[in-house]
């Protein structure tokens, strides 16, 4: 939806429970394009969006990412990859006692690359216990491809611009979701599977829409323009109208028809 005054919804996409938000931005960025007639500048979205694959779509798209992003977890135990210093311009790793760890190889499934220190530099160092998990091996660091995008946009995401995206994000986002979902039905599905989810979800949408639609009023004018302006203004009560028509519960009970 776009999050300036007008906070109108110019794309809908329903995607199964079991699959990430993130999935859904390419085919999200391509509709907005399509529907507005240009793409879009910026996309401001919660971590739920932050997937790699999001914002590889982002960038194929010349589209500025300002996604929060999971902050990592260490299942294996050991100190975090914060503890470490990244060295940009000799692509290595440096641990906290000084020892440094070059790239070894890469996880192409993860697309990570691996890092490693020489092997048994680990065996006596005095923070181990602290460092690496393993009572055998030497400490490894992973690093995702996208590393660089994710840290320049996780300065941006902690920006004074940032941070005020972020609270207009949640405002415009959060309010018409809930409108949808307390005033529109949105909170349950009406129908089974995913394409009668679609429709209920676009419906919804032009509802929401053309009531923002109705809300607004011509300028007073004379002559001819008042007859005009008297003519826009029967026209918004009838949006109007629609609009109530299509949020009410035996409109979408009429949707049962549709295939």
């Not at 503890?83 to 940009?88: D, E, G, I, K, Q």
Request: with cysteine; net charge positive; proline share 3%.
């Amino acid at each position: 939806m776009d999050g300036g005054k007008a906070t109108i919804i110019t794309a809908v996409e329903a995607r199964g429970a079991c699959e990430p938000d993130g999935n859904a931005v390419g085919t999200l960025l391509d509709k907005h394009r399509v529907v507005v007639g240009r793409a879009a500048r910026e996309l401001v979205g919660d971590r739920g969006y932050g997937s790699e694959l999001a914002l590889q779509m982002c960038v194929e798209r010349h589209v500025q990412p300002l996604l929060g992003v999971r902050a990592s977890t260490n299942p294996h135990g050991g100190l975090n990859r914060e503890a470490f210093t990244y060295v940009a311009g000799r692509d290595l790793y440096i641990c906290p006692q000084g020892k440094e760890l070059r790239r070894a190889g890469e996880n192409v499934a993860r697309r990570q690359t691996v890092y490693k220190p020489v092997r048994g530099s680990c065996r006596h160092c005095p923070i181990r216990a602290q460092c690496v998990p393993s009572a055998t091996a030497d400490r490894v660091i992973t690093r995702r491809w996208d590393a660089d995008l994710v840290e320049e946009m996780q300065a941006r995401f902690a920006s004074h611009r940032g941070r005020a995206l972020r609270r207009q994000r949640q405002i415009v986002s959060e309010r018409i979701n809930a409108d949808a979902k307390e005033k529109h039905g949105f909170a349950k599905a009406q129908f089974r599977g995913r394409a009668k989810m679609q429709i209920q979800a676009l419906l919804t949408a032009a509802t929401l829409n053309l009531k923002k639609l109705a809300g607004r009023r011509p300028e007073a004018h004379t002559g001819m323009a008042s007859a005009l302006a008297h003519l826009l203004a029967s026209t918004w009560s009838k949006v109007h109208q629609i609009a109530d028509y299509l949020a009410t519960r035996s409109y979408r009970q009429g949707l049962s028809s549709i295939p």
